[in-house]
C-alpha cells in the first residue's frame, strides 16, 4: 500500500481548529450559530435520568408480592422524599402497624406485579458541555451540541492521560533535550501547563499534581513513572478518564526521547499564552491524539494539507519512530519498489533516509512518520 | 444457484479491507489474488464502501479481471467482466460489542455467553444475579457500557420468573443506550423461561427494543444455542450495521448480506472439522483482540479475548501476563525499563514493525503470552454443562470430579491452526511453530498449521454458500501445514531418553529436554512407532508405544521432548541457554 506509514501528528503555529462539543444524550443547546464562547462558557446541557433503586416492599413487609397492591400508599408517578411511607401493613385491630419507607427521594417510577418491587428514580443529574476553547459557534447541532471554532496554536501528543483543563503555558526546560527533575517544580506552577523536554522524573510529576499545575507536555516519560503517577499499568490505550490532578501529555514516545524541535520552539513562542489541553488519548480505528490549543488573534494561516493527506516522497522530511534510529530525523533518498529483507528477517518495503549524521539507513516505510513542513 | 465461475470477497477489518478473487480453474476453485486498502469507516470518508472499492481496484489491477462497474460491484458476471458472487464479513467499528446476563452466573450467564461469543460478538461484561456485585453496581456497569446489544437469559422452562424479573428491573434501572445511533432502542433479546415473558415484557416495557426466542437452557442439562445466535445475528445486521457507515449501501452489493468477521471464521473450521472429522483447535492474534475457536467431538466454542493483542493491546498482554512472563521468552537477557518502554512504543505508534532481530523476538515474547491467555479462557468456556446431574456408578464416587469439565482436551487434538500477522507473517515458518508450541504445549500427535495471508473469514462466509468451494480454496491455498509434533506429556529426568522413535526401521533416541525437527516435507507421510519413556505418554497410556502415520509440512517432522507441563529454568543465563538450544533445533538463530 502507497500509504503504509504512519503519519505523523499536526504542529501547526496557526491554523483553524473546530471542536465538536455533543452532549452524551439528548438535550439543550444553550448558544447560537455566531456566539463569541469563552472555554467556559456552557453551551449544551442535558439531564442524566437518575439510578433507579428498587425498594424490596414484600421483603420488608413479609407480604406475597401479590398482595402489595393493597397495602401500597403511593403510585407510579409520585414523588417522593427519604422516609415517604411506601407502603404499610396493619394488624391486631389495627394498633400493630409495619411500614416501608422510601430510602431515598425520587419518582416512584414502577411497582412490578411479579416482584412486588417498587423502583424509585433518583431525581436527574444535569450534564453541561462546556465549550473548552475560546471562539465561535459555528454549528448547531440539534439537541446534541455545537461546532466551535477558534484560530491558533495546534499541537498534537503522541499520548497523553487526564482530562480537559486549562492553563497559562509555561517552558520549564531550556532545551528539548532537558530531563526536568522535582528542582524545577515550585509553587508558582500552579494552574499553569508546563513544558518539560526530554523527560520528567516521576518525583517531578509527582510534584506538579501535588500542588495543583494544570498539565505538562513533555517529549518522553518512563512506562515506570507512568504506571506509579496512574496508579497502574494502562492496559488499552483508551485514556482521558485518570483521576489525576495534572494531564500529561508525550510528544514523542516511552524513555527519554528529545522533544522535536519544532514543537518546542512553537510552545517557547506561545510562553504566556492561555492553552486548553486535553490528554485523551484512543489508539484504535477513530483514532484521538492528546492536544494543545492556543488561540490566537492573528497569524499566517497555513495552507497546506493535514499530515495525513500527504505522501511518501524522495525528499521528504521524515522521523524514525522505531529502534534502531528512534527519534532521529532525515529525508528520503530512495523508495525501492521491490520487497527488502530487514535484520529481523522480513521482507518488508522499506526506503533509504538520509540521517542527521550524513549516513543512509534502511528502514521499514512502517517505520517513519512525515515531518510537516 | 447459476453457474459460479468468479467469487470476490472481502472482509472489512478495524484498519484494512481485505479482499480475494476465487476462480474456477478445471473444476477446482483457487485463489487467483489478494488485494487490500485501509478501512474508510471513520471520516473523512465515513463509508466502508470507500475502502471496498479501493481493495477490489487492487484485485483488478493484479488479477486483470475487471469487476467494478457503475461505482459497485457488477454481479454476476458478463463476458468475464464481474463476479458471479459478492461476499463480505466485517469486524469494522470495534465489531459486535453485547452484554450478557442470566440468572446463575455458572449456568444461564455461561450459556448465554457462549451463544453470544458463537456469533461473533465480543462480550463487555457478564451480568448474574449471583455475581457478587450489589444491584447499584450491575446498574452502573450497564450503563456505563452502551454494548450494542444485550442477550437476557436465565430459569429453566417452567423455572424461575422472579429472577428474571429482577434483572428485568435492572435493565430498566440503567435505561441503557446503545452505542450507536443517538435516540435509538437498546436491541435485548430474551432467550430465557418461556413462562417469564410476560413478566419481563411488562417490566422492560417499551424502554427497549426487545426481541423473544426460545429458552437457550431450557433444561440444566440441554443447551439450545442456535435460536439466540441467529437473533444476533439478524440484529447485528438491522441494527448495528445500519448504524455503521456505508453498510446499508454495501448489503445492497453482497450476494448474502454482511456476517461479522469472527462468525464468519468459526464456520469455517467448523465446516474443516465436520469434512475431515477432526478436532481442531484455531486461534486468530490481531492488533487487539485474539479469536480462538475449537470443534472438540463436534461441539463448536468461540471465545473472544477484547483485550489481547499484538498493536493496539500489547500493553494489556503485559498487564495481564506480568512482565516476568513475557521476559522469560526473550532468547537474550533483556532489561526490565527497556522491555516495558519498547512495548508502550509499540502501543502508541501499532503499526511500526521490528527492524531489528532482539525486538521481533520481544514481539514473538508477547505473543506467546497473549496465545496462552487467551486459551486459559477459552478453555474456562469451552466445557460441559454446569449443574447437570450425573448418574454414577459405585466405581465413578470414587473420582470425585465436577461437572462442566473442559472439552479442550489435548491429547486429542487433531489439528491447530494459526492466523494473525504475528503467527501468519513470521519471518520464518519455524518461529510460527515454536510460538504455538510454547503457548499451547501440544499433547501426543498434532499437526501445527497456519493461515497463509488471513483469508479464512472470507473462505467462512463462503462455506455458507459453497462449502465444496470454501474447502477447496482452505486447503490448497489458505492452509500451510508446517508439520506435526509429537509431544509426550509428564516430566522425566533431564538428558533422560524422554522417547524412541521407530521411523521406517530406523529407531532414533529422543533425550527429554530437546526438541529434534526432522525433514518431513509437506505431503509427505511417514509411518512412526513411538515408544515414551516410563511415566510419559503419547496417546496410548503412560510408557505404551503408540503407531501412526505422520504427515510432514514446511517446518517437518517436531519431536518436543520437553515433557508436559513445559518448565523454564528460573536462573536467566540457564534459560537462555534453553531457549537457544531449543531455537537451534529449528535453525534458528539470535544474532
Known sequence: MATAYTPGLKVSPFTTIRKTRRLPLKGQVLVNVGESVSPETVVARAELPG???????????????????????????????????????????????????????????????????????????????????????????????????????????IFGVGGERLGEIRVLAESPGQITDVDYIHDDLVGKVVVAGANITGAAIRRAAEIGVSGIVVGGIIDRDLAQYVGYDI???????????????????????????????????????????????????????????????DGRLETGGSSSEQMLEIGSKIRIIREPYFGMLGSVKALPPELVEIESGAKVRTLVAQIESGEEVIVPRANVEIIEE | MAEVNAILATDCGSTTTKAILIEKQSNEYRLIVRGEAPTTVESPFDDVTVGVLNAVREVEELSGRKILSGGGIKVPSENGHGVDLYLSTSSAGGGLQMMVAGV??????????????????????????????????????????????????????GGTIKHLVDIAELLVSADPRPRLGMGVKLPVIYAGNCEAVEAVRATLQDRVDLKVVPNLRPTLDRENLLPAREAIHELFLQHVMQQAPGYSKLMTWTSTGVMSTPNAVGKIIQTIAEREQINVLAVDIGGATTDVFSVFGGVFTRTVSANLGMSYSICNVLAEAGVENIRRWIPYACDEGYLRNELRN???????????????????AVAREALRLAFEHHKSLARELKGVQQVRLIGDALSQEATGKTLVKLMDLDMIV??????????????????????????????????????????????????????????????????????????AKEGQTACVLDIQGKALEIPYGTIRVLPLDVGERVHVTITPARGLDVGAGKSRPLSAEVEGGVVGLIVDARGRPLCLPAQDDIRIAKILQWMEAFGLKVE
Open chain 1, 51 to 157: 439510578l433507579m433503586q428498587t425498594v424490596r416492599v414484600p421483603e420488608q413487609l413479609g407480604v406475597e408480592p401479590a398482595d402489595v397492591p393493597k397495602h401500597l400508599k403511593v403510585s407510579v408517578g409520585d414523588s417522593v422524599e427519604v422516609g415517604t411511607v411506601l407502603a404499610e401493613t396493619r394488624s391486631f385491630f389495627n394498633l400493630l402497624r409495619n411500614e416501608c419507607r422510601s430510602p431515598i427521594a425520587g419518582t416512584v417510577e414502577m411497582i412490578s406485579p411479579v416482584s412486588g418491587h417498587v423502583g424509585i428514580r433518583y431525581k436527574p443529574t444535569p450534564v453541561d458541555v462546556k465549550a473548552y476553547v475560546q471562539g465561535r459557534v459555528v454549528e448547531v447541532i440539534a439537541d446534541e451540541g455545537v461546532v466551535v471554532e477558534t484560530s491558533g496554536a495546534f499541537i498534537q501528543g
Open chain 2, 418 to 491: 494459526g492466523s494473525g500477522g504475528v503467527l501468519s507473517h513470521a519471518p520464518r515458518r519455524e518461529q510460527a511453530a515454536l510460538m504455538m508450541l510454547d503457548a499451547y504445549q501440544p499433547e501426543g500427535i498434532t499437526m501445527l498449521a497456519v493461515d497463509s495471508i488471513f483469508m479464512m473469514p472470507q473462505l467462512g462466509i463462503l462455506s455458507t454458500v459453497m462449502p465444496e468451494a470454501a474447502a477447496q480454496v482452505f486447503e490448497r491455498d489458505c492452509l500451510i501445514k508446517l508439520g506435526t509434533v509429537i509431544a509426550p506429556t509428564g516430566t
Open chain 1, 235 to 297: 492496559g488499552v490505550a483508551i485514556t482521558g478518564h485518570e483521576e489525576v490532578n495534572t494531564t500529561l501529555i508525550i510528544t514523542e514516545g516511552f524513555g527519554v526521547l528529545r522533544m522535536a524541535d519544532r514543537t518546542f520552539g512553537l510552545l517557547k513562542t506561545l510562553e504566556g499564552r492561555l492553552a486548553s489541553i486535553n490528554g485523551a488519548t484512543q489508539i484504535r480505528a477513530g483514532v484521538i491524539r492528546p492536544e494543545i490549543i492556543v488561540p490566537l488573534e
Open chain 2, 104 to 157: 446463575v452466573k455458572t449456568m444461564s450467564a455461561e450459556s448465554a455467553q457462549r451463544a453470544a461469543l458463537g456469533a461473533g460478538a465480543i462480550i463487555i461484561d457478564v451480568i448474574a444475579v449471583d455475581d457478587g456485585r450489589k444491584d447499584y453496581e450491575k446498574v452502573e456497569r450497564i450503563r456505563h457500557l452502551r454494548p450494542d446489544m444485550i442477550l437476557m437469559s436465565g430459569g429453566t422452562d
Open chain 2, 346 to 364: 509499540k502501543m502508541i505508534r501499532p503499526t511500526t514493525i521490528p527492524q531489528l532481530l532482539r525486538d521481533l523476538y520481544i514481539e514473538q
